[in-house]
């Protein structure tokens, strides 16, 4: 199942300060006392709740809590947690509670995001989190009135939401990998094309029970899931075959493929209003899971954030990996443990102010760990307006200039196959957890498709300087197909030296593991062909016709160094990552017959750009 920040107790790091060894007949202390309660929402409904809190510390303590759909802590944790160790300097009653329909608590856990309680007994997430808030600040003993709520992922969620209906005491939230619209992007989507193997695994352990059970791909989990999804054929025998509707999120994706009401009313960020409690957002432009939301989540609170309330932290991480050392990315090792930083010089003094009154306001609106030169960066907005757009140009040679190609009608094409598509990390792929290449894959090197007749690759001299990006990438491809459907998948690479490090040798694997030469993806993302004119109605392409693709790449903050070289690589399959696209257009593309499978000629012509946002 997914990452979870603060559940993590039973396994404490060993980064935790140094202490005298006790003496052999002393047995150390226990770091907290353990308490399971069923706090009742205004239905009636009751939740499974944890409460942990500090025996070292005394007087009235703010309490922390997390709300969660993959299990509450079983006891006490033998010792502080490594990414709470911060945070327990100061002290805080620590409570932990699954939602609805998880494990012991009461009702059903739709994975609605939808804002609509009617009446008042009517509930949603919002009222959960409110509900919640009241009963902890007004039954558990030795509080102090303050609130907070965070976590990453589904509980990043679960606490930003709160900020739509925040209860009075509700006085700090830090929503980290949180998400806003399950369509646009993140878990589920990515501009409307499936997240297949992702939605698989992940639904699966969520819906089809309560204890996170993961799939068994019917009765053994293959070795290369690619092979085991194009055996498959088109996504509604994913249902059909195997799930057979216990997995009701995975049922609605399929009868929904279109941005219709069902998911519009979900984005419950057109419920937020003016922002009123302290808010930490948490990113990393490295998340394989959810990278999207967060950008989102703070850009409608910034929109009315008259009292500088609202700020954001990103850097070059995975998903929770600032939850850690955060020293690397992937195999790329940088040595500064920006983890370490976020936690002890950002999080912790963020709730402590809030919550204990202690030290001083925080002060920045955006702080960000720049991949590249591996520092600490300060911007008063995001994105930074010191940034200039600069269109980066794919030219007809195969090469990336800053100039435009003097003929606009030069091409380069490929042919897209979707009985051999495009895989979206090296084979074989496992399933999703729990595997270290799952939580790295946005970061691998891209040499293993670089020549691959169905990618094209453009490739810049070495830089004579320094080229720093800092703010919203995007990219415009001027593309045709000789389908009436497709995917244009666009990725922006940092191309290492082939100096970059020492030529390894040894042991076995390591040499084709070098880092000379590897291709660092920066940014990555896709546009399906069938919602260019329309996310809410989709519409077939015209054969042959070239047509501008937009492709928005995300917030990203990275130096290109002197040396090395920026590459482009396009692509129109993602697998199985993404579910195929047939190619032939038809009305709800999960239902594709295997006949509607076909191949494709792409054509990829002048005026295709990537615009990067230079600092100079």
């Given at each position: ?53 500090p025996t070292a510390k ?236 967060t950008w989102k989540i ?82 008063p907005k995001w994105p ?233």
């Amino acid at each position: 199942m997914k990452f979870v920040a603060l559940a993590a107790l039973a396994a404490p790091l060993s980064a935790l300060p140094a202490q005298q060894a006790p003496q052999a007949q002393q047995k150390p202390a226990a770091p907290f006392t353990y308490e399971e309660v069923m706090v009742p929402m205004r239905d009636g409904a009751k939740l499974q709740t944890v409460i942990l809190r500090p025996t070292a510390k005394t007087g009235k303590l703010p309490i922390l809590l997390q709300r969660t759909p993959y299990g509450v802590p079983a006891g006490a944790p033998p010792a502080i947690p490594a990414a709470m160790r911060f945070l327990m300097a100061d002290g805080y009653i620590l409570v932990f509670q699954n939602m609805r329909g998880q494990f012991k608590s009461d009702g059903d856990f739709t994975m609605s995001m939808a804002i609509d309680a009617k009446g008042p007994k009517g509930t949603d997430e919002a009222t959960d989190g409110y509900d919640s808030v009241d009963w902890l600040v007004k039954n558990v003993a030795g509080n102090n009135g303050r609130v907070g709520m965070m976590g990453v992922s589904y509980p990043g969620y679960a606490a930003a939401i709160s900020l739509a209906r925040p209860h009075p005491a509700l006085k700090a939230v830090s929503p980290q990998a949180a998400w806003n619209d399950w369509w646009i992007h993140d878990d589920l989507h990515r501009y409307g094309a499936m997240r297949l193997s992702y939605a698989t695994d992940w639904l699966f352990s969520l819906q089809n029970n309560d204890r996170g059970e993961d799939f068994d791909y019917g009765g053994k989990v293959p070795v290369d899931t690619y092979d085991w999804f194009l055996k498959l054929g088109p996504v509604e025998n994913l249902d059909k075959l195997y799930f057979k509707g216990s997995v009701p999120r995975l049922t609605e994706m399929i009868e929904h493929p279109d941005y219709d009401d069902f998911w519009k009313r979900q984005r419950w960020t057109d419920k937020l209003g003016r922002t009123t409690v302290p808010t930490l957002h948490v990113a990393g432009f490295w998340d394989q899971e959810d990278p999207l939301g967060t950008w989102k989540i703070y850009e409608k609170m910034e929109a009315q954030d008259p009292n500088g309330l609202n700020m954001i932290v990103a850097g070059p991480w995975a998903h929770g990996t600032w939850r850690g050392p955060g020293s690397d990315v992937g195999y790329i090792k940088f040595g500064k443990e920006s983890g370490i930083d976020f936690l002890r010089d950002i999080e912790a003094p963020f709730f402590a102010h809030w919550l204990h009154g202690k030290g001083a306001r925080p002060a920045f609106e955006a702080r960000i760990f720049q991949s590249g030169s591996w520092e600490w960066k300060s911007y008063p907005k995001w994105p930074a307006p010191a940034a200039t757009a600069t269109n980066l140009y794919l030219q007809p040679d195969g090469s990336l200039s800053f100039t435009a190609p003097a003929d606009a009608a030069l091409c380069r094409e490929y042919v897209s196959d979707p009985a051999n598509p495009v895989p979206f990390r090296e084979r074989p792929i496992s399933r999703t957890y729990p595997s270290q290449e799952w939580r790295w894959w946005e970061a691998a090197d891209q040499r293993f498709v670089d020549h691959r007749p169905d990618v094209l690759s453009y490739v810049s001299a070495p830089l004579e300087a320094d080229l720093t990006v800092t703010g919203e990438v995007t990219a415009k491809l001027m593309a045709s197909t000789s389908g009436t459907d497709s995917d244009m998948v666009v990725k922006l690479i940092d191309v290492l030296p082939d100096d970059y490090e020492q030529p390894r040798s040894g042991a076995l694997g390591d040499y084709p593991r070098t880092l000379n030469g590897y291709q660092f993806p920066i940014a990555m993302d896709v546009r399906r062909g069938r919602y260019l004119q329309s996310f809410e109605k989709a519409t077939p392409l015209v054969a042959n016709q070239v047509i501008a693709w937009d492709v928005p790449l995300r917030s990203h903050d990275h130096v290109f160094k002197k040396g090395h070289r920026i590459m482009v690589q396009v692509q129109s399959s993602w697998f199985p990552m993404l579910d195929r696209n047939p190619q032939k257009f038809v009305p709800n593309i999960y239902k594709a017959k295997p006949e509607d499978f076909v191949k494709a000629t792409q054509r990829v012509c002048g005026g295709s750009m990537v615009t990067l946002p230079v600092i100079r």
